[in-house]
């Protein structure tokens, strides 16, 4: 059940709210307007009076609730109407009328509009239009002439719609900490739907936004990507002429009077005013990072896979910039990816969104290299043979995602865990799409039945307890290929399966041969050491596993 407040001003802003409750709607939405409830239950009802004129009953019904307002003339409030429209899911029961009334008594009550019992509170009316929705309304001057106390009402009704889920069985949302971007309203999905848009414009100016914040080296180039993508920049100059905020607009997204309707970077999402872009900008990139030879793909993948490490070992505001820098990342993939996968990485990158906002701020230094090596990908457009580096970089963001999912829910940031939830299934859809090809075109290419039996044995040397999973993956045919095509280039097999699985831990991978098959691809792509330094390195490796065992027999003896 999702509550909304909207306040109203203007000498006529109840008679406009009352209009608009019992007329059709912009989109003839509004199926039976008629009242549920009210401040005294005996309210004029316009959409239940078929005797007199509507027009007639909605002027007396505005004129009744108006009135506390009138009699304080020039000392009336700035804001004087509050409306709160209050949306079941699709999937909850129908509720009746009588249960409609009742949430709307809690709502106004847990507002502090209209208290339980106090018979000089504010005057209100819920309205119904349809099953699943009611719209309450009420004038922001109590009957004693007092103003109503009101302090943070928006999360009072949010936490009484919470337990009115409950009490009804309704769908149960997930309690929000404030860092939530803001809806798109029904208005602005009307005037999108109208306009031939796919999305409100809100929320293609968010992703506008995020995108050019995510590509951008310095504020100079961000401003130029949204230019080039459209997108209306007007900003806010200070006395000294320094640019103190910055507004959006879409071409063709007009008001009444054919002007372009702008959006603040605070409204379209709490990280994306002036002020905190530049935080990102500037901490991020303060001067042009030297180019790092190497394949990006592979730079960029390797980053991601520290992200896990940050998010376990590293502080909270480390951890919080790293979802910052994934967020960022999951933003631009889409762009560099097939078209047939854009849809389904477009939705990912939507819903991680929500998971780059907690209250926690987050530290920048660590995401630089992260935010470099994507950059670059999206810049350079480096090669990209046979798919396989979009795929193992999409495959390290799968485990990025969960790990993230896992840091919030230790901390309890409900909404953010269902935002990355909603990203891994969207993620893993999309990897399933362009890593089946590509395992499949590797498995076909795996080496004779010797070699693969070579390969088994290095693999129950090295890691034992992973062996048998590994072995009966699907993807082992695949994992031989790249163990032989880094053989050809002059590495040492048994030592790089050991630097591959030396990476992360194999635990929580749904398929361990296919985490070490990206794995070893890009460690086999590197160039190969010299004999001595393969010999040395195998040595260590040997040591390193066999020691557990040699302590153990040690501790025997003793």
Not at 130 to 135: E, G, V
Not at 152 to 171: K, N, P, S, T, W
Not at 434 to 457: G, H, M, W
Request: positive net charge; hydrophobic residues 40%; aromatic residues 4%.
């Amino acid at each position: 059940m999702i509550p909304k407040i909207i306040l109203g001003k203007g000498p006529k802003a109840t008679r406009r709210t009352i209009g608009y409750l019992f007329s059709k709607g912009r989109a003839n939405e509004h199926i039976d307007p008629h009242l549920v409830a009210s401040w005294n239950d005996f309210a004029p009802d316009p959409g239940r009076s078929p005797h007199r004129d509507p027009k007639e009953v909605e002027d007396q019904l505005a004129a009744q609730l108006d009135q506390p307002v009138k009699m304080l003339g020039d000392k009336a409030p700035k804001h004087t109407v509050w409306h709160c429209p209050i949306r079941a899911a699709p999937e909850d029961p129908i509720l009746t009328d009588a249960q409609w009334a009742d949430i709307a008594r809690r709502i106004v009550a847990a507002a502090g509009i209209a208290p339980e019992g106090d018979t000089e509170a504010c005057r209100w009316v819920a309205v119904r239009h349809a099953d699943d929705h009611i719209h309450i309304a009420a004038t922001l001057v109590r009957q004693d002439a007092r103003r109503p106390r009101r302090d943070y009402d928006q999360r009072a009704v949010q936490r009484e719609a919470r337990q009115i889920e409950v009490d009804y069985g309704l769908r149960r949302l997930k309690p929000g900490d404030g860092t939530a971007a803001k809806r798109a309203t029904s208005k602005e999905h009307f005037k999108a739907k109208r306009l031939g848009q796919e999305a409100a414009t809100r929320e293609v100016l968010r992703l506008r936004v995020r995108r050019a914040v995510a590509a951008a080296a310095d504020e100079a180039e961000f401003f130029a990507l949204l230019d080039a993508t459209g997108v209306t920049v007007r900003l806010k100059l200070g006395p000294s002429g320094d640019a103190l905020g910055c507004n959006f607009a879409l071409p063709g997204d007009t008001n009444d009077k054919g002007e372009p309707v702008f959006y603040s970077g605070s409204t379209l999402a709490p990280d994306l005013s002036l002020p905190k872009i530049r935080q990102r900008l500037a901490t991020t990139s303060p001067e042009p990072a030297p180019a790092r030879p190497g394949n990006p793909w592979h730079q960029a993948t390797a980053a991601t896979e520290r992200i896990p490490h940050h998010l376990t070992h590293g502080d909270d505001p480390t951890a919080q910039g790293q979802l910052v820098a994934l967020g960022a990342a999951l933003d631009l993939l889409p762009v560099t990816a097939p078209a047939a996968l854009r849809a389904k990485l477009q939705q990912a990158a939507a819903a991680f969104e929500r998971a780059t906002r907690s209250r926690i701020t987050a530290d920048f230094n660590s995401t630089r290299v992260l935010r470099g090596n994507v950059q670059a990908i999206l810049r350079d457009r480096p090669q990209d043979r046979d798919g396989t580096g979009f795929t193992m970089l999409l495959d390290a963001m799968l485990t990025a995602v969960a790990f993230a999912m896992h840091w919030h829910r230790t901390r309890q940031h409900a909404q953010q865990e269902v935002a990355a939830q909603q990203a891994l299934l969207h993620l893993q859809v999309a990897y399933a799409r362009v890593a089946e090809p590509v395992l499949t075109d590797l498995a076909n290419r795996s080496p004779s039945l010797q070699i693969k039996r070579r390969f088994a044995y290095h693999l129950q040397e090295v890691v034992p307890e992973h062996a048998e999973r590994i072995l009966n993956d699907p993807a082992w045919d695949a994992l031989t290929t790249v163990l032989a095509e880094a053989e050809a280039a002059g590495h040492n097999a048994a030592t790089v399966l050991d630097q591959a699985l030396g990476r992360r831990t194999l635990e929580d991978a749904h398929s361990p041969a296919r985490v070490l098959t990206w794995r070893i691809r890009r460690l086999g792509e590197r160039h190969a050491p010299s004999p001595r330094a393969q010999t040395a390195t195998a040595r260590h490796a040997v040591e390193r596993h066999a020691m557990p065992a040699l302590q153990q027999l040690r501790s025997r003896k003793h």
